[in-house]
């Protein structure tokens, strides 16, 4: 129920209007960078400026899986010297450019995981050792044959380690305000930006405060 209004002093003066032409200012709307229930294989986890710590400081990690249990993604956006023909040369005429390994995360670095984005009219069959994260983007069995999987695919990026948070070690940073949660897309997957470059592209096509964070230092340790 709306309050009753106070009945006017007959004493008092009206208040000044204001000076034509002028109008108050906008308020600053609020620095949105969503919550536990945002995240979801294919989100993006964005670290923010209040991150500092230096594994994740400037990182864009893409989400593979979320549940009660924890969290997994790898990190985009850091190429490796290593070359995947070196490693895994049925998979090199696959590989997307720099045809190198990225690295995935601080968790299990000796563990090569790959996402490929699928341009298929229909599902991949099964056996064909792909499995879906979101949308396009699945992961592929390294251990399977890649022949078959040639011209279906738009390409395929090779990570060396993960990033991974336990129950509950998530929802507590992004309340701490370390991350903000966005959309992503297949070509965040595959795409040939890396480092700072990626995280500036990615807070760019937010919408309010967050695109305006795009001009700040992706590592805060830069400034």
């Given at each position: 129920?709306?309050?009753?209004?106070?009945?006017?002093d007959?004493?008092?003066?009206?208040a000044?209007?204001p000076?034509?032409?002028?109008?108050r200012g906008?308020?600053?709307?609020a620095?949105?960078?969503?919550?536990?229930?945002?995240?979801?294989?294919?989100?993006?986890?964005?670290?923010?400026?209040?991150?500092?710590?230096?594994?994740?400081?400037?990182a864009?990690?893409?989400?593979?899986?979320?549940?009660?249990?924890?969290?997994?993604?790898?990190?985009?956006?850091?190429?490796?010297?290593?070359?995947?023909?070196?490693?895994l040369?049925?998979?090199?005429?696959?590989?997307?450019?720099?045809?190198?390994?990225?690295?995935?995360?601080?968790?299990?670095?000796?563990?090569?995981l790959?996402?490929?984005?699928?341009?298929?009219?229909?599902?991949?069959?099964a056996?064909?050792?792909?499995?879906?994260?979101?949308?396009?983007?699945?992961?592929?069995?390294?251990?399977?044959?890649?022949?078959?999987l040639?011209?279906?695919?738009?390409?395929?990026?090779?990570?060396a380690?993960?990033?991974?948070?336990?129950?509950?070690?998530?929802?507590?940073?992004?309340a701490?305000?370390?991350w903000?949660?966005?959309?992503?897309?297949?070509?965040?997957?595959?795409?040939?930006?890396?480092?700072?470059?990626?995280?500036?592209?990615?807070?760019?096509?937010?919408?309010?405060?967050?695109?305006?964070?795009?001009?700040?230092?992706?590592?805060?340790?830069?400034?």
């Amino acid at each position: 129920m709306n309050p009753v209004p106070a009945s006017p002093d007959p004493e008092r003066r009206p208040a000044a209007s204001p000076a034509a032409g002028r109008r108050r200012g906008a308020a600053v709307p609020a620095l949105s960078v969503g919550c536990l229930d945002d995240v979801r294989p294919g989100a993006l986890l964005v670290a923010m400026p209040a991150l500092t710590d230096p594994t994740f400081a400037g990182a864009v990690v893409y989400v593979l899986d979320h549940s009660d249990t924890g969290t997994l993604g790898v990190v985009l956006g850091r190429p490796s010297e290593v070359r995947i023909n070196d490693v895994l040369p049925g998979w090199s005429e696959l590989a997307v450019e720099p045809g190198v390994f990225h690295v995935g995360g601080p968790c299990e670095t000796d563990t090569a995981l790959c996402l490929a984005s699928w341009t298929g009219d229909v599902p991949p069959a099964a056996g064909s050792g792909l499995r879906p994260v979101a949308g396009a983007v699945h992961l592929v069995d390294l251990d399977a044959d890649p022949e078959p999987l040639a011209g279906q695919l738009d390409g395929v990026r090779v990570f060396a380690g993960y990033a991974g948070w336990s129950s509950g070690q998530l929802a507590t940073e992004l309340a701490e305000g370390a991350w903000a949660c966005v959309a992503g897309s297949p070509a965040d997957v595959l795409t040939g930006a890396a480092g700072p470059e990626l995280w500036r592209a990615v807070l760019r096509r937010q919408a309010g405060r967050l695109a305006v964070l795009s001009t700040a230092a992706a590592d805060p340790s830069a400034n």
